[in-house]
């Protein structure tokens, strides 16, 4: 095999890892990455299951905080540990984009 075409041939098999290695926001399932989207939340400031923008419009989920029984798209309780999935406020390249709500919760 000559340079070029294994250079070529690398390219593509690395692009493909990538592509699969890459999670993203799933509106159907309401969930990133098989961690659904509903639940008990901890805030973390590393290492989060799912980075979230609070955004004013065009969000990809609506979230209304709750004091008990998270359990539909959108509803997160938030709690100081152990809860169902954890999250980072971030500023740019979010994983999910949240507006936050009084009611009706989740896909927008």
Not at 4 to 23: C, D, E, K, M
Not at 29 to 53: A, R, T
Not at 77 to 101: A, L, N, T
């Amino acid at each position: 095999m000559n340079k070029t075409r294994f250079a070529v041939v690398s390219s593509v098999a690395a692009l493909a890892a990538i592509g699969t290695a890459y999670a993203e926001f799933d509106s159907g399932s309401c969930s990133f990455d098989g961690i659904e989207l509903k639940g008990e939340v901890e805030v973390v400031d590393s290492f989060p299951d799912v980075k979230v923008q609070v955004v004013d419009s065009f969000p990809d989920l609506k979230v209304q905080a709750v004091s008990s029984f998270p359990d539909d798209c959108g509803e997160w309780q938030f709690v100081s540990s152990s809860g169902d999935f954890k999250i980072q406020y971030v500023d740019s390249f979010p994983d999910v984009k949240i507006q936050m709500v009084d009611s009706f919760p989740g896909i927008p």
